[in-house]
């Protein structure tokens, strides 16, 4: 007997007018949130120029389909020809029409995603806007005992290099979401597509938020669905962003991408300009950039924590890594498979505390291979404390099941002691966070792991890393006392306390910087009592 379903796609939420309404009164202070505010101060134009982006969004099965943006929203604000309209009847680019009609839920996308004024990539070069159940469509047929799997999406390049999916798939089983991000990875592999997805707002998170080669977005906020994947126990979602649906944060960190792409194309990382816009150096830099929650804790192997990934998006950070410039190693080694990898002594040192690579390691069926990037982390103070940040991002490659395995390891150099590691062998994603790393001579490897039956020999990487300590510098002036301290890394706020005798009761300090020469400067007026600063992340 044979049968036949189709899995039905859906919105994240059922959209209610009055999360539309709070939604534009808290554009603002998300935009200051994410970095977004702090960018535009310190960059000019840095907006998703010459981008292309998609926005596939689920219609409620009304007829016409309800799916589209309206260009003319309040919170869209976007000239109508920036848009066209892809169903199975069609492609069209006026509005309204006669292939769909307004989603509030889209509209609502849009002003997260590049809606005036408060979007985050505001100046794209286009958007195309699909009914998602032309995009992407999974049918289901049963063979007597045998069940089959078809995952249909575009024939060719749409090229869009972001595609933004504000919704997830109703009751996946574990085959049906391995035939879902097979079908994703390998689009994205072909075309160096960045699909951004929706994790869902309840329960584990789902396809396409689980696709190897795209970002998986939780909210922070919100109940958002949470890691592992259901298949293999992969680190999902990636990041999250501050909105109170998964469906709201997800254009968030799509305006993000499209924004370091831009940044990339134009030269802000350097002379390279094709490296920053590959979708792997694009993942990497999202989430080496994000801030940490205080609650943010991982379970090793496991690269990442399951609710919140990397954490919460910061795109000043991500830019201000991208534009710390590309950095090569500085030495590769060989050692026999699975042996020690100490430092290898080389004398060479990677000229910058903040930046990214873009490379090729190659293993061999005897050798695992190493490569080396060194770093002098300090900053003239012996008792600083430093944190360290490192994302190794690779692709599951084109029409592949499995993926190599790639590893990331920080050594003390001196010492050769193992500070930190990351060694899953499901993820395509490595991540080491260390908020008290002394001083000091250090080694950041990437680890290919070699043996018999890679996937390939060669495997094609990004990585992002950052090390850092803010020092936090107080003057009086006349009546007054000046905070001051530098604008990158952000994401802190100032704490407050009276007394330095146990127990300590610090108090955030409700006071917006203003940014002079790349500091953050705050004054405040003298008071009687004594009055002890810090500089705190969440």
């Known amino acids: 007997m044979n049968k036949a379903r189709c899995l039905r796609i859906i919105r994240v939420l059922l959209f209610l007018l009055g999360v539309l309404q709070a939604g534009l009164t808290a554009r603002s202070s998300s935009l200051d949130a994410i970095g977004v505010t702090l960018l535009r101060t310190v960059t000019t134009n840095v907006d998703g120029t010459g981008i292309r982006v998609a926005q596939p969004e689920a219609d409620s099965g009304a007829s016409p389909p309800d799916f589209e943006v309206n260009p003319a929203d309040i919170a869209v604000q976007q000239p109508a020809g920036l848009f066209s309209y892809i169903t199975s009847s069609g492609t069209t680019n006026n509005f309204p029409n006669f292939l769909g009609s307004d989603s509030p839920h889209a509209d609502e996308v849009a002003s997260n995603f590049y809606g005036l004024p408060f979007g985050i990539a505001t100046n794209l070069a286009h958007v195309d806007n699909y009914d998602a159940n032309y995009f992407i469509q999974v049918s289901e047929q049963i063979i007597g005992f045998s069940t089959n799997y078809t995952v249909t999406l575009p024939s060719s390049n749409i090229d869009d290099s972001v595609v933004n999916q504000s919704f997830i798939f109703d009751g996946p089983t574990v085959p049906e979401q391995q035939a879902v991000d097979s079908a994703y990875d390998n689009y994205a592999a072909r075309y160096n597509t960045l699909f951004v997805s929706a994790a869902g707002n309840a329960g584990p998170v789902g396809p396409p938020a689980t696709s190897y080669n795209g970002i998986g977005v939780g909210d922070y906020g919100g109940g958002s669905s949470f890691g592992p994947t259901l298949d293999n126990g992969r680190a999902k979602p990636d990041i999250t962003a501050p909105e109170n ?197 250090y080694d950041l490897q990437v680890l290919k792991n070699g043996g018999l039956n890679p996937v390939s020999n060669s495997e094609t990487y990004a990585l992002a890393f950052e090390f850092f300590s803010l020092s936090l510098k107080v003057v009086p002036s006349g009546t007054n006392v000046v905070l001051t301290w530098p604008i990158y890394p952000t994401g802190f706020t100032i704490n407050t306390a009276t007394s330095l005798t146990p127990p300590i009761t610090w108090n955030t300090l409700n006071a917006t910087p203003t940014v002079i020469n790349s500091q953050n400067q705050v004054t405040l007026g003298v008071t009687n009592a004594s009055q002890f600063f810090q500089l705190q992340r969440p």
């Open 245 to 441: 649906y998964s469906s709201f944060s997800t254009p968030e960190v799509s305006g993000a991408a499209a924004l370091l792409m831009q940044a990339g194309l134009r030269g802000d990382g350097g002379s390279d300009t094709n490296s920053p816009a590959d979708i792997r150096t694009v993942k990497a830099l999202l989430l080496n950039g994000a801030i940490k929650p205080a609650d943010w804790t991982n379970n090793p192997p496991s690269p990442l924590d399951p609710r919140y990934g990397a954490g919460v998006l910061n795109v000043f950070n991500s830019y201000k890594q991208l534009t710390g410039g590309k950095h090569g190693f500085i030495v590769a080694t060989a050692v026999p498979l699975g042996n020690p990898h100490p430092p290898a002594g080389a004398g060479g040192t990677i000229g910058a505390l903040s930046g990214w690579d873009f490379n090729t390691i190659t293993s061999s069926a005897t050798s695992d291979e190493i490569n080396h990037y060194y770093f002098n982390v300090t900053n003239g103070s012996s008792n600083a404390a430093f944190t360290a940040t490192a994302t190794l991002v690779w692709n599951r490659q084109l029409n592949k099941t499995n993926i190599n395995n790639l590893n990331l390891f920080l050594y003390d150099a001196v010492s050769s002691n193992l500070v930190a590691a990351s060694t899953s062998v499901v993820d395509n994603v490595e991540h080491i966070w260390l908020p008290q790393l002394p001083p000091g001579r």
